[in-house]
């Protein structure tokens, strides 16, 4: 199952409405209150507070800093979870407050944003036949009208937890954890069961402690070689460089040897590994062909294999 439509609300569930408020009208006091009718607070009245809120540029709206931290995952669980997600929010008419959530909603999550008048309006998205909707929101109003809401289809609703909406029945709350699950698990959130949950937590946590450790050097010889996959970790990774590698062997043999002879490394010969390398590599940032029509990367690659591999030989000849 997956729902047709999800919508989140925007204030107090993906913006911090009451920070943005309060810092926008320079109050510095931290309000002993959570609630959404902070305004009492403030010593004003519902009348008072909706008018100032109408004086509010779409300056004051569209202000980026106040998406919340859970924003973005919860519209990647809402995408996972719905065929289509929509912010639905109160602009109470208001084109500066449409506008600005329209902004910001765009451009940080490339999602709609869909106006109401006021939050038991809500309602009027509810399913149509056949359909599942879902409404994330923080008022307890406007979940409860949304899910009474006479509709042919049905509307879930989930309260996003706040301070000031704790205490109905657990099966209400949207829980934040699982926001945290790995993609492919989130999907069948409504199935999951909260041992599940705290068990796909801890086998997340468990997963990342208990990444196997690569110790060449306390192996066995057997297991060592089993280790190197000579082809599955070399030629196949790598077909087209070795081959380039190859052809500078049979390139040198040319240059250096008797060509009519069957081919082998000269190894007193242009021994300079580490300034090739570097000369290679300076020339390659110029042209990316040498003058007799090799890649310069391709010379840098065997000139570092020819000192890797006398590297090691001289390393075995010590032990
Ligand atoms: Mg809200």
Redesign the pocket.
């Known amino acids: 199952m997956r729902y047709d439509r999800i919508y989140l609300?925007?204030?107090?569930?993906m913006w911090d409405?009451m920070q943005a408020y309060l810092d926008w009208h320079g109050i510095q006091e931290k309000l002993m209150t959570d609630r959404?009718d902070f305004y009492s607070d403030l010593g004003m009245t519902e009348e008072e507070f909706i008018s100032s809120l109408k004086r509010l540029p779409k300056e004051f709206w569209n202000q980026e800093k106040y998406i919340t931290d859970e924003a973005k995952a919860l519209v990647e669980w809402a995408r996972e979870n719905g065929d289509t997600v929509k912010v639905l929010?109160?602009t109470g008419g208001d084109n500066a407050c449409l506008s600005g959530k329209r902004d910001l909603a765009s451009r940080l999550f490339g999602l709609s944003v869909y106006g109401v008048k006021n939050?038991l309006n809500k309602k009027h998205y509810m399913a149509t036949a056949g359909k599942t909707n879902l409404l994330i929101?923080?008022?307890l109003e406007?979940i409860y009208a949304w899910e009474q809401s006479y509709a042919d289809g049905t509307n879930y609703g989930y309260i996003?937890p706040a301070e000031y909406n704790k205490g109905e029945e657990g099966r209400f709350y949207f829980d934040k954890s699982w926001l945290q699950l790995p993609a492919i698990k989130k999907k069948a959130h409504w199935a999951l069961t909260d041992s599940d949950r705290s068990a796909l937590l801890k086998e997340m946590a468990a997963e990342k402690e208990e990444k196997p450790v690569l110790d060449y050097d306390g192996m066995e010889e057997a297991k060592r070689r089993k280790m190197t996959p000579m082809f599955s970790g070399c030629l196949a990774y790598f077909p087209d460089a070795l081959a380039q590698v190859a052809q500078n062997s049979m390139v040198g043999h040319y240059q250096h040897n008797d060509p009519t002879e069957p081919m082998y490394w000269d190894r007193s010969k242009s021994a300079d590994e580490l300034d090739a390398i570097i000369r290679h590599l300076a020339d390659h940032s110029k042209d990316p062909y040498d003058a007799d029509g090799r890649l310069h990367l391709s010379k840098v690659a065997w000139r570092a294999l020819a000192m890797l591999q006398k590297f090691i030989e001289e390393e075995n000849s010590n032990e």
Do not use: Y
């Not at 609300?9 to 569930?13: E, P, Q, R, Y």
């Open positions: 609300d925007w204030d107090g569930v409405f959404w929010t109160v939050g929101d923080d008022s406007n996003w």
